[in-house]
């Protein structure tokens, strides 16, 4: 032990020594592993462990039942109500496979309290809130390993019927109840009909998909035993012992088995099983990996510029090193005493990247838009916690490793006598030095064929943002407005009677609200035209149903229908976006409940179905069921999904009032600029036709378009920022090691001197040398640039992943700031008199 205090008291004093290396390799390494901490630190939050307010989350798969041939289909996540309940029985090898399993369905609904109050925002909390939530199996609460925070969650006997019960999210609570604990037991509107809240879920739980209200699931006998209609998502807990591989044989062979017991609506699907947590972050992941490759670069150029400081550093301390040794030292106790210099200065540069870390990771915090937040899993786990820090001390100590351990080796390996008798560390030790010097010169290659590759895929990805910001999403998002609309049920503020009757009543009072919202909005001063849709353009959102030519619905089984994109709109909508109609009409106020069903189809979807052939006046069979509904119109296609989908949408549009919804969204072209300027009218006409509809997610319609890129957007930010610190890094490596390559041929160029040889020969000599280095670099760096670019093609649009002027225009300048950093030293040389030189050797 007091060898090792020993060997720190001289790393503390050597590195005291030489402030001026000691700190640059800190900031080099502080940028190396604080980038790395920040980025890993998304990466596991958002792609990797996505759901950390679960337990043991790991254990959880999502069931689905899927089409053969279409299994990777991510449309396709839902299940049968009967496939869910026959998931708990599940047996394999004579033990079952679940320990539970939970079903739940999504849902949007508007809350408000059952009285006056005031929430802790300062609203009114009899004001409805449009909220985001599901209803849930009473096994929900065991599934996912997450009680109540406040009271409880609903049990099974709740869940069959009865009273109406209601979990609360922590956000709503505190939103609407000013975080009021005595809310447990008392009564709330939900839909505008009274539920008990029953508790309040912890703080960080919005699982799933943002969700802030948990309310049961009840099924009528006919939905429970309906294998056709697949609208539950089925998670499921693995048993004890239950490995996710032999849970997802289990359900490969069950699948086979209903398939043989129910050829008619089961015999086209399988059962696929897929860990949640992978499901949930399929969107951040391939933008993940590809920003975690980035980093890794730049940490390995860091360590790449350490190595060469310290390597230097060594050279010059031949003398030192070899004195030590004539005096005694032993090999391992000398490459002990570097390796301690070099781990005291990563913890330096560690402790440093820490807080840039800490940093990085706020600013990634407040960089993803608001609206995005909710719906992404692990936002809440994007946090400086003990594993990231634990990681950013593995960094420092393998980068201790990594930098230290040639230098230290390398000093090891001196020649003593040689070394003694050389006097200088200028004139001796020949070998080691040629050694030294082409490992520097190694590692300055490295880095830059790494800084070329950051480079690269800095321009592609930079090269997809400015694509997407100037594509047509198909309307003109300048001055529109949208906000969501929730319209509660009928409820208890209706007679009970008669469920059909029931339910008609509420699907005219859905479809008269909106077209009256629609046409009011409309009359507002300054507003061109309004309307609602059930699935906003570029709002991160989908809603699909299997569709086939009428003609051949008899002869296509369900599973294999195509499912496209699926809308239900007012008869203004197409106007207030400016959706042109291509061909035979839009809706018209007398398509209504008692007119026959008709659509408007999409361009793309008028191709897909039918060619080039006129689709007005064909039929369609449509969703599960199989509706016929005549087509009477095409319109432009629209991007409906993201920016960034490489195919126009097939959507087939059908009139709200045929098909009514009781959750929209509302467009209202406007001459205001920003357009939000209008929310304040709008949101006074939706309370004036009915005070408890819930109104929220208030956007202009560019900043939606813009959140839809968000994703891009960050990825090329990313890249854009790590290839600055990569140029720099690699000019700054390239000028350490011509300035320490100058130092040592001081004599050679002070003899060269003195026998006549002119600075403009002797600085192309130099440059030679530079370009060498940098001409290596940049050819290693080509090779790795179209291998980068080719793993990148999953999150590029709008640019190819090869684009050969690209790659070259970039070597040529990255070559050309290498040289010119390597000459900068090399200049300072020509100006030294040749005899100052040769007098001071």
Same mark, same amino acid.
């Given at each position: 032990m007091s060898g090792l205090l020993n060997d720190v008291r001289l790393a503390v004093r050597a590195l005291w020594r030489h402030p001026g290396l000691t700190l640059a390799a800190a900031l080099c390494l502080m940028l190396g592993i604080g980038a790395t901490a920040t980025v890993y630190a998304s990466a596991r939050a958002l792609a990797f462990q996505p759901l950390p307010e679960l337990h043991d989350a790991a254990r959880l798969l999502l069931v689905r039942e899927a089409p053969r041939g279409l299994v990777d289909d991510d449309g396709y996540t839902r299940v049968s109500?009967?496939?869910? #309940?026959? %998931?708990?029985?599940?047996? #394999?090898?004579?033990?079952?496979?679940?320990a539970d399993v939970a079903a739940t369905a999504p849902l949007t609904a508007s809350v408000a309290g059952a009285g006056a109050g005031t929430g802790r925002d300062g609203g009114d909390a009899a004001v409805a809130e449009r909220v985001a939530g599901v209803? #849930?199996?009473?096994?929900f609460w065991r599934t996912t390993g997450v009680a109540p925070a406040l009271g409880r969650g609903f049990d099974a006997a709740e869940a069959r019927g009865g009273a109406p019960v209601a979990v609360l999210g922590h956000g709503v609570w505190t939103r609407r109840f000013g975080a009021d604990p005595g809310i447990v037991g008392r009564s709330i509107l939900v839909d505008g009909e009274p539920h008990t809240v029953l508790g309040v879920m912890p703080a960080d739980f919005r699982f799933p998909s943002g969700a802030q209200l948990w309310l049961p699931l009840t099924l009528d006998p006919a939905a429970a035993t309906n294998r056709e209609v697949r609208r539950l998502v089925a998670l499921a807990r693995l048993a004890p012992g239950v490995s996710a591989a032999e849970a997802t044989r289990a359900l490969a062979a069950h699948g086979e088995r209903l398939?043989?017991?129910?050829?008619?609506?089961?015999? @086209?699907?399988? %059962?696929?099983?897929?860990?949640?947590e992978r499901f949930f972050a399929r969107g951040p992941r391939p933008f993940l990996l590809a920003s975690l490759a980035a980093v890794g670069f730049v940490l390995l150029i860091a360590c790449a510029n350490v190595?060469? %400081?310290l390597l230097a550093r060594a050279t010059a301390r031949r003398r030192e090193i070899a004195l030590r040794a004539a005096l005694g030292a032993g090999r391992g106790r000398i490459v002990r005493q570097l390796l301690v210099e070099s781990l005291l200065l990563a913890l330096v540069g560690g402790g440093a990247g820490t807080g840039l870390a800490a940093w990085g990771i706020q600013a990634t915090r407040a960089n993803i838009p608001a609206e995005v937040r909710a719906l992404m899993a692990g936002y809440?786990?994007?946090r400086l916690d003990a594993h990231v820090l634990a990681v950013t001390l593995g960094l420092s100590m393998l980068t201790a490793l990594v930098f230290g351990l040639a230098?230290? %080796?390398g000093a090891a390996r001196l020649a003593v006598h040689d070394t003694l008798r050389a006097g200088s560390a200028g004139s001796g030790g020949r070998g080691g030095a040629r050694g030294g010097r082409r490992m520097r010169r190694a590692l300055v290659a490295a880095q830059v064929a790494l800084a070329l590759v950051l480079l690269v895929g800095a321009t592609l990805t930079a090269r997809t943002v400015a694509a997407l910001?100037?594509? @047509?999403?198909?309307?003109?998002?300048?001055?529109?407005l949208t906000l969501r609309v929730s319209l509660p049920a009928v409820g208890a503020a209706g007679a009970p009677g008669a469920a059909d009757s029931a339910a008609r009543v509420e699907r005219d009072r859905t479809a008269r609200f909106y077209e009256r919202l629609a046409a009011e909005a409309a009359a507002l001063p300054g507003v061109r035209g309004a309307g609602a849709v059930s699935v906003l353009p570029l709002g991160f959102d989908e809603m699909r149903t299997p569709v086939v030519v009428a003609e051949r619905a008899a002869t296509t089984p369900a599973a294999v229908r195509p499912r496209v994109a699926w809308r239900r709109v007012t008869t203004g909508y197409f106007d207030a976006l400016g959706i042109a109609v291509r061909r035979g009409r839009g809706f018209e106020a007398g398509d209504d409940a008692d007119a026959p069903a008709v659509a408007v189809v999409s361009a793309a979807a008028a191709r897909r179905f039918w060619g080039a052939a006129d689709p007005v006046g064909r039929r369609l069979a449509v969703g599960d069921s199989g509706r016929a509904v005549e087509v009477v119109g095409v319109v432009a296609d629209v991007r409906h999904n993201v920016l960034a989908s490489r195919e126009p949408t097939v959507a087939v549009y059908v009139p709200l009032a045929q098909a009514p919804l009781r959750g929209m969204a509302l467009v209202v072209r406007t001459e205001a600029d920003p357009p939000e300027a209008l929310a304040p009218a709008v949101a006074r006409t939706v309370a004036a036709l009915d005070r408890s509809a819930a109104v929220g997610d208030v956007f202009g319609m560019q900043q939606v378009a813009a959140t839809s890129a968000a994703p891009q957007r960050y990825t090329a930010r990313l890249f854009a920022l790590l290839a600055a610190a990569a140029l720099l890094l690699a000019a700054v490596g390239t000028y350490g090691v011509m300035a320490h390559a100058v130092a040592e041929r001081t004599r050679e160029l002070g003899i060269r001197a003195a026998l006549g040889a002119t600075p403009e020969r002797m600085l192309h000599l130099l440059a030679g040398d530079a370009a060498r280095i940098a001409g290596v670099g940049v050819a290693l760096g080509l090779v790795g640039a179209v291998g980068l670019a080719q793993g990148l093609r999953a999150i590029l649009w709008g640019t190819p992943a090869f684009a050969p002027g690209t790659f070259l225009a970039l070597a040529l300048t990255l070559g050309a700031v290498a040289v010119v950093a390597g000459l900068l030293p090399a200049r300072r040389a020509m100006h030294t008199e040749p005899m100052v030189v040769l007098r001071e050797e």
């Open positions: 109500a009967p496939v869910a #309940a026959e %998931l708990g029985t599940l047996r #394999a090898g004579g033990r079952p496979v679940f209803r #849930a199996s009473a096994e398939a043989r017991a129910h050829p008619a609506t089961s015999g @086209d699907w399988l %059962l696929v099983g897929e860990t949640a190595a060469n %400081l809440a786990g994007l230098p230290a %080796l910001a100037e594509r @047509d999403p198909g309307f003109e998002t300048a001055r529109l």
